[in-house]
């Protein structure tokens, strides 16, 4: 999957999964935050086999998703952590998850390598910005659900949103700016990663 996406829990619209304070630090806490403009609230799904994607956040291209210390119980945190470690203490099978479809409409569970039977969820079923993600043991609520949504509709969805706080929701023209600034904010930044990072730009 080439796509970016934001990936918004069924307990809590207009929230998405967000890295804390867009850090890119080992150990950095998953939470939900109300839906903004940064592209650290954007994950590719980049392959890992058999099915298993790695969770990587779009501003930081060396980091992904990873149950801490590959402990398989409710409650373990869900953190950012570097992908591949050159560490042999780190468990590769952390950093990778399935989607399953809960046949709730387009939302799906996240279930861990580790144990299919533990999958990401939104502590308590928490809608407030802050709230954390932790792996627990699936029980299909709908701390469990997640959808995603491209960059594009993100972006728009962002823009409605944007334009009715504001109360200027007739405003085409200003969702229009805010959709293209949003959507180039995304790739921009992505692509300064890259340089960062010494990757090549085709």
Same mark, same amino acid.
């Given at each position: ?10 307990? !809590? +619209?207009?929230?998405?999964? @967000?890295?804390?304070? !867009? ?7 998953? $939470? ?7 592209? $650290? ?8 086999? +058999? ?7 779009? $501003? ?5 998703? @990873? #149950? ?11 953190? &950012?952590?570097?992908? $591949?470690?050159?560490? %042999?203490? =780190? @468990? &590769? ?17 996240? &279930? ?27 029980? +299909?609520?709908? !701390? ?8 594009? %509709? ?14 200027? =929701?007739?405003? =085409? ?10 959507? !180039?904010? #995304? ?11 010494? =990757?090549?730009?085709?």
């Amino acid at each position: 999957m080439n796509k970016k996406y934001v990936i918004e829990p069924k307990c !809590a +619209e207009n929230k998405v999964l @967000d890295v804390y304070g !867009a850090k890119t630090d080992n150990g950095t806490d998953i $939470h939900i935050y109300e839906l903004g403009e940064g592209i $650290h609230q954007y994950f590719k799904l980049i392959d890992a086999g +058999e099915s298993y994607y790695y969770f990587q956040p779009c $501003h930081c291209n060396n980091k992904v998703l @990873d #149950v801490r210390y590959s402990e398989v119980n409710n409650w373990t945190k869900i953190q &950012l952590y570097e992908k $591949h470690p050159s560490e %042999k203490t =780190i @468990d &590769l099978r952390a950093q990778k998850f399935k989607l399953e479809s809960s046949h709730d409409q387009d939302y799906y569970y996240i &279930l861990s390598y580790l144990n299919n039977n533990y999958c990401l969820d939104v502590k308590y079923g928490g809608n407030s910005n802050g709230t954390k993600i932790w792996l627990y043991q699936k029980n +299909e609520s709908d !701390a469990q659900k997640f959808r995603f949504i491209d960059s594009l %509709k993100a972006s728009i969805k962002y823009a409605e949103k944007y334009s009715k706080e504001n109360n200027k =929701i007739q405003d =085409i023209n200003l969702i229009l700016q805010i959709v293209w600034i949003f959507v !180039a904010n #995304v790739y921009m930044q992505e692509a300064l990663e890259k340089i960062i990072y010494g =990757i090549k730009i085709l």
